[in-house]
């Protein structure tokens, strides 16, 4: 499970913070990412995204998620560069394409699928980068207040992951110690896949009848919240069902500095958009916009995503 991609406690601000302001941080950068064109400041969020990850102790696993990101990009490149007709820079000429018309190759169509491309890769470090360093388990604790059974489904669901991937390794391991050697291709894949399914709900049957003797089934998810006195903020938690406690939990500096730095990367990115200060056009002739106000951009995105991760006080696990 050396490449597994799964939340583990690390002393570091980002891991610090409470899950739902984490998870409102990486919103914010994924509603960067989907609002921002200009390459120069996409490039800029990437980087910084990727400085994130160093930050929280999890560089390594998000740079290998570049190489799952570089798969689903090539393909988007090359099929705009293929389609995309509204290029006036054509750079190579295929003839005729029959159905799909002259097949002139132009550096817009390029360039704008380079763009698209480097925003699903953006996504995807994102996505990666939340969920390995947002609590799964306290951001559905944090629902479970409106749907108590959902959260509780989707908390045992996120938990079987690792589950089902260490049984995946397992099985694969029993396979190639045996003397014909493991199946291979489809077939070794097919059989893998099928044991890994029989166990999983062998599992699923243990767990809804220790949940059932426990009386899950009768919870109504109420949760009593309490501030004890001389009780610095920490959270006390007993018990995910029925008359469970929770203490409050007061917000942290890196709680607040998160939160900040959402706020400025949504603020940067609309004032981006609405007011063309990283303006981008591909069609039907490459124009983007570079000045000083661009370059103060991207800066300005780089600093807010990582400023929260400078203060490392109050980290310790």
Same mark, same amino acid.
């Given at each position: 499970?050396?490449?597994?991609?799964?939340?583990?406690?690390?002393? &570091?601000?980002?891991?610090?913070?409470? *899950?739902?302001?984490?998870?409102?941080?990486?919103?914010?950068? $994924?509603?960067? #990412?989907?609002?921002?064109?200009?390459?120069?400041?996409?490039?800029?969020?990437?980087?910084?995204?990727? /400085?994130?990850?160093?930050?929280?102790?999890?560089?390594?696993?998000?740079?290998?998620?570049?190489?799952?990101?570089?798969?689903?990009?090539?393909?988007?490149?090359? !099929?705009?560069?293929?389609?995309?007709?509204? +290029?006036?820079?054509?750079? #190579?000429?295929?003839?005729?394409?029959?159905?799909? +018309? %002259?097949?002139?190759?132009?550096?817009?169509?390029?360039?704008? /699928?380079?763009?698209?491309?480097?925003?699903?890769?953006?996504?995807?470090?994102?996505?990666?980068?939340?969920?390995?360093?947002i609590d799964p388990d306290e951001l559905l604790r944090a629902l479970r207040r409106f749907s108590f059974r959902s959260a509780l489904?989707? $908390?045992?669901? &996120?938990?079987?992951?690792?589950?089902?991937?260490?049984?995946?390794?397992?099985?694969?391991?029993? %396979?190639?110690?045996?003397?014909? +050697?493991?199946?291979?291709?489809?077939?070794?894949?097919?059989?893998?896949? +099928?044991?890994?399914?029989?166990?999983?709900? @062998?599992?699923?049957? @243990?767990?809804? *009848?220790?949940?059932?003797?426990?009386?899950?089934?009768?919870?109504?998810?109420?949760?009593? &919240?309490?501030?004890?006195?001389?009780?610095?903020?920490?959270?006390?938690?007993?018990?995910?069902?029925? /008359?469970?406690?929770?203490?409050?939990?007061?917000?942290?500096?890196?709680?607040?500095?998160?939160?900040?730095?959402?706020?400025?990367?949504? #603020?940067l990115a609309l004032a981006a958009r609405l007011t063309y200060l990283a303006s981008f056009d591909a069609y039907p002739l490459l124009?983007?916009?570079?000045?000083?106000? &661009?370059?103060?951009?991207?800066?300005?995105?780089? *600093?807010?995503?990582?400023?929260?991760?400078?203060?490392?006080?109050? !980290?310790?696990?």
């Amino acid at each position: 499970m050396n490449g597994a991609l799964f939340y583990r406690r690390l002393p &570091t601000p980002l891991h610090a913070a409470r *899950a739902g302001v984490g998870a409102l941080w990486a919103a914010s950068l $994924s509603v960067a #990412a989907l609002l921002l064109f200009h390459p120069l400041a996409l490039a800029a969020l990437t980087l910084a995204v990727l /400085g994130a990850a160093a930050g929280a102790g999890v560089g390594r696993e998000v740079a290998r998620a570049l190489r799952t990101a570089a798969i689903v990009a090539l393909p988007i490149v090359t !099929v705009n560069v293929l389609v995309s007709r509204e +290029g006036l820079t054509v750079f #190579a000429r295929l003839g005729d394409l029959g159905p799909f +018309g %002259q097949g002139d190759l132009t550096v817009e169509a390029l360039v704008y /699928g380079a763009v698209i491309a480097l925003k699903v890769t953006l996504l995807i470090l994102i996505m990666t980068l939340a969920s390995l360093t947002i609590d799964p388990d306290e951001l559905l604790r944090a629902l479970r207040r409106f749907s108590f059974r959902s959260a509780l489904t989707a $908390s045992l669901a &996120t938990r079987m992951v690792p589950l089902l991937a260490a049984d995946a390794q397992r099985l694969a391991e029993a %396979q190639r110690t045996r003397p014909g +050697g493991a199946p291979r291709g489809a077939r070794g894949r097919v059989l893998l896949l +099928g044991a890994v399914i029989g166990g999983s709900l @062998d599992r699923a049957m @243990d767990v809804a *009848a220790t949940l059932e003797l426990r009386g899950f089934a009768a919870a109504s998810g109420r949760v009593r &919240t309490s501030t004890p006195r001389g009780d610095g903020g920490e959270r006390g938690r007993r018990g995910f069902g029925h /008359g469970a406690v929770r203490l409050r939990r007061s917000w942290s500096r890196h709680d607040l500095a998160f939160a900040a730095s959402a706020l400025a990367v949504l #603020a940067l990115a609309l004032a981006a958009r609405l007011t063309y200060l990283a303006s981008f056009d591909a069609y039907p002739l490459l124009r983007m916009r570079l000045d000083a106000a &661009t370059l103060a951009l991207c800066v300005a995105l780089v *600093a807010a995503v990582l400023l929260p991760l400078c203060d490392r006080r109050g !980290v310790e696990l």
